[in-house]
């Protein structure tokens, strides 16, 4: 396995976390019936069926079905059974599981054996690791070489990396359009107003968060909020992660810590730095003072759509959608600005930030299935000519057009046309975004899904999202401290940027150290043990 292949990992809720152990025992029992995945019964090699089979797929249910459609039957649905389905003889039946729900009704699903669809999907890499170690799943190496060679070509070995536990092929990992995550956003209708430039550094934000205080430029009465912050990862990662210093290929393996779905600095040199600059931003009053209360950014948002922040970092394009907090801003603000822009700064001038993996979904086909051959098939199908950019964008005309070879969608689509793709990512699996080719493209078809006042302004933010990314590290096998402590650790990580940023300034080393000793003994230390160990077994290797 390539060493510098970088994972994602998502974190499972403490309820599935605690359904998952109770079902584990059933899991193994149910899914080591079979010991190698076979033809389906009556099939001709490659060929289709003699007789019809059924196909078991799962779906997520985001209870959004239109009037006329359910999630099992509707145009997506059709299309599939028309044209892969009839074909090979094989009917496609879906089974929902609520999006809200997806982890703990997956493992119900796995725990009941014959009941379980062929094929079975999280984006929760703890649960993908779970049952492949407990021999629940289907080795889909063998398969995706007899089936599956369009899969294999769109997917690439770089993101079927990710769908390996102890070097076989368990999972097959969708694939991100882009791995972009986050842009910094300021008010440059106030900058203009001071007659200040676009900050390039942490040093120069610093001045002007402090001239957006003294000097109000919003006129906000005394409501400025000069950096808006949350505990989401969004809001804190870039800044956290520009003070993060170089490291030596060992401190990186070894003292970072994944907790779910980001790796988290808490140990690597310079996150104490971080913090300390967090907390004399807070002091100076130029953060809002009930960030740590925030945790689903509604706040955040209300505090840009109303005018009262002067700058702060989200998710690259979060703020551009239709009725989003830009949008309000303009509505309610007359003549307010917001720019993208990269500030933070590490000490070697580069504008550090994370990245995504390049998968997303883990997509799997449990050992009791008797139709793995037509699962790789359908995932194939999938992968294969025009059929996932017809699932992903509908009919020519319709629900969309081409504009430079890029499809766009239809303004005012007929209600028909927009009832037909309402579930489009939950049945292109294999895919997470809209995949046309390469990335520049992926990129500019987000860009022109926006709305048009804001298209330029998306396509910045999306460079800046690409530039200087951090990737995730991964090992050669899982961490299981990492899955067993992820979800105390990770209140924890929160609970220390939250207290050390409000401390007072002479109480903030002994509140950071009091707190990472307390990270320590709650699992840091048995993840620090463990990843020192298997960094040690990938050298002598």
Known sequence: MTRNIMKKRFMASKASMVALMVVSTLLFSACSSKSAPNAAEGTNGGDAPAKQVTLKVEVFDRGNSPAGSTITDNYLTKFVQENFGASNNIKVEYVPVPRSEEVAKLNVLMASGNNVPDIVFTYDPNTFNRYA?????TDLGPLLDEYGQELKTFLGDEVLEYGKFEGTQFAIPAKRSNTGKYASFIRQDWLNKLNMPVPKTTEELYETLKAFKEKDPGETGGQVIPLGMTIASAQYEPLIWSFIKPMTEEQQYTLTQQLGSNDYPILLPGFKES????????????????????KDKKKLGEDISTGKIGFFSEDDVNIYYQDGSYDLLQKNVKGAEIAAVDVYTNEEGKHAKPKYAPNGLYIMIPKSSERAVEAVKYLNWMATGDNLFNLQNGVVDENYTLVDGIPVAVENPTEEAKNRMYNSGDMAIISNGKQLGSMEKNLKARALAMPKQFQEQVAVAQEIANADTIPLVMLDRPIEAQTKYATTLLDKFNEIIVKTTMAKPEQFESTYDSMLKDYMASGGQ????????????????
């Open 526 to 541: 048995a993840i620090l043990d463990e990843r020192i160990a298997v960094y040690k077994e990938m050298k002598s290797i």
């Open 275 to 294: 913090l300390q600059f967090m907390n004399k931003l807070y002091n100076e009053g130029l953060i809002n003072k009930d960030f740590g209360l925030d």
């Open 133 to 137: 170690k407990q021999g629940g799943l």
